[in-house]
Structure formats: C-alpha cells, structure tokens
C-alpha cells in the first residue's frame, strides 16, 4: 500500500438484517480511540432515550463526541408522531453531518441508522451520497442500518451485510440491558 491509499479514508456500511450494525461501528469507534483518534457520532432515528451507548460513549470523551438527532421509532413501537416530525429531524441530523464531515476535525464519523432514514423517505438516497462525494479524502465516514442504498453500496469502499440466522426476538424475548440497548 502506498503512504497516499492508507492517507485515504474508507466508506464503511454495515447493513442487512442481522444484528450488529451499530454494535461494530462502536466497536470500530473503540478502536480508533485507542489511537487517540476523534470521533463523530451522529445518530438519525435514535433519541436521546438512555441508550447504553450514550453513557458508554460519554467515558470515551473528549476525544467521541454523540449526538442523537432523532425523536424515536418510525410508526412502530405506540409512535404515533407525524411523519413530518421525524423529517425535521433527519433533516437536522443531516445538516449536522453535513458540518461534521466538512469540519475537517474529526478522523471518523460514524452517521448511525442514517440508511433506515433514508429508506423510510425521511432523506434522500441522493443525501446520502452527497456526504461521502463531498468529504475530506483523510475522513473515514461510516454507515449503518438497514436497506442501505445500492448508490451507496456501489460507492462505499468496505461493506458488510449482517445476516439473521437466529434472534431471540423471534421467541418473542424482549431486548436485553446491555446487549440490545
Ligand atoms: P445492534 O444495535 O444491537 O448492533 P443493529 O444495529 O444491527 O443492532 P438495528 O436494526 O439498529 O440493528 O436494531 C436495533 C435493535 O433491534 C437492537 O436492540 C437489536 O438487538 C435489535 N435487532 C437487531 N437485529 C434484529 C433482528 N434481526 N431481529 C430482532 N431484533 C433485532
Ligand atoms: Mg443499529
């Protein structure tokens, strides 16, 4: 590899249905922490409910830095918000990752369910795009969530698929403290 390739930052996505997307982007976040790197995490659709991860997130700073931008679950689980109410708000989510990416101080950002968002017509896959064509080359971004974009698939440098094989929810067993949230 040459200096200028491992100068260049990755498009990283996790995606599909199996469980793990946000678990490896924080798990990557943890990492690069331990090299002293700078971390931007903005979530879309997540709230600030007590989220493990945002008091987990908060012994890793200053060098992380989170933002959940989102009001909850999309017209599942009782939520009975307008649609329009959860566009405002991705659409604050995107303009906050917009300046993150383009600030140029952060070595990674992770934009956390930024592909349910898109999916659910909250942004554009076009949106999605914009922000990896438009970053510094250094930047790592990644992404995460279901159904991301074959745009963005096509355009990413690093991609996995989570795959269900079994989930405990399908027994109908509740999320579990610490594991799932
Ligand atoms: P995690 O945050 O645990 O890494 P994820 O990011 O891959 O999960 P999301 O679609 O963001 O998955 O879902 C978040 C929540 O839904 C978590 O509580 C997670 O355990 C749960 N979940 C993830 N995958 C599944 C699945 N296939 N079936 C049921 N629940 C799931
Ligand atoms: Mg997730």
């Avoid at 329009?84 to 934009?111: C, F, G, N, P």
Wanted: a neutral charge.
């Amino acid at each position: 590899m040459t200096a200028n390739e491992a100068a260049r930052g990755l498009v990283i996505v996790y995606t599909g249905d199996g469980k793990g997307k946000t678990t490896a982007a924080l798990g990557l976040c943890l990492r690069a922490v331990g090299h002293g790197n700078k971390i931007r995490i903005i979530q879309f659709i997540k709230s600030d409910w007590p989220y493990g991860e945002r008091r987990g997130l908060e012994r890793l700073a200053p060098e992380v830095e989170l933002d959940s931008l989102g009001i909850g679950c999309v017209g599942i689980l009782g939520d009975d918000k307008p649609l329009e109410e959860h566009r405002s708000a991705a659409m604050k989510a995107l303009q906050t990752a917009r300046e993150a990416v383009a600030s140029d101080r952060y070595d990674i950002v992770i934009l956390d369910e930024i592909n349910v968002a898109g999916h659910l017509g909250l942004i554009a896959a076009a949106d999605i795009l914009s922000l990896i064509t438009a970053k510094p080359t250094r930047l790592h971004v990644v992404l995460t969530g279901r159904f991301a974009p074959p745009e963005l698939i096509a355009a990413a440098d690093l991609v996995t698929e989570m795959k269900e094989i079994k989930h405990p929810f399908r027994q109908g067993e509740p999320g579990r403290k610490g594991i799932d949230f």
